[in-house]
């Protein structure tokens, strides 16, 4: 997997319109599960490439995102059902509820960011709305999925590694013997 991009000044390193493979610091992925359509720790389905957007009708490439600018996660990969591979995002999953897949626009997470470490690695501390509280995990679990929880300072750190966002390019990220 490509290495995490490193936040700078008042710059999270990421950039509108790119895409990247969240893990955390223990290097498992954010994935998604299979049966249902909650974001999880090492989910079902991990390589999945999430596209930085300045909202749900801009995705378009441009500058970096800097401290407190808000943007949400689009998911490229889409439903493993659906045949039309649909992108959807990451939901505004709060106060224990698990963020989801969505295609409601009403119901996109909409995230801040600060630059941080996380297993000796670059990453970045999210914040949510609606009251800007961190991105932690929802319960006690080997999996646990992810909420907004009301402590700002309380949460899991996202390292965030740049991939292309076309499907077909997207690089094997998860140590696949080709031989």
Known sequence: ???????????????????????????????????HTDYKKNGFFVDIPFKVCNSTTD?????????????????????????LSTKGWINDATGGAHMEFTTDTTH??????????????????????PNGGALSYACPMPGPGLTLYGNPKVGQKLRFSEVTCDEYEVPLTSGINLN
């Open 59 to 83: 995705c378009s490439r441009g500058k970096e995102v800097e401290m407190g600018q808000v943007f949400s996660l689009q998911d490229q990969h889409g439903l493993y059902k659906d045949l």
């Open 108 to 129: 996109v997470g909409k995230f801040t960011g600060i630059p941080t470490c996380a297993g000796g690695e670059c990453a970045l501390q999210l914040h949510g709305s």
């Open 1 to 35: 997997m490509n290495p995490p991009v490193c936040g700078h000044g008042k710059h999270l390193g990421i950039k509108y319109g790119h895409c990247y493979i969240l893990s955390f610091s223990d290097g498992e992925q954010l994935g998604i599960d299979r049966d």
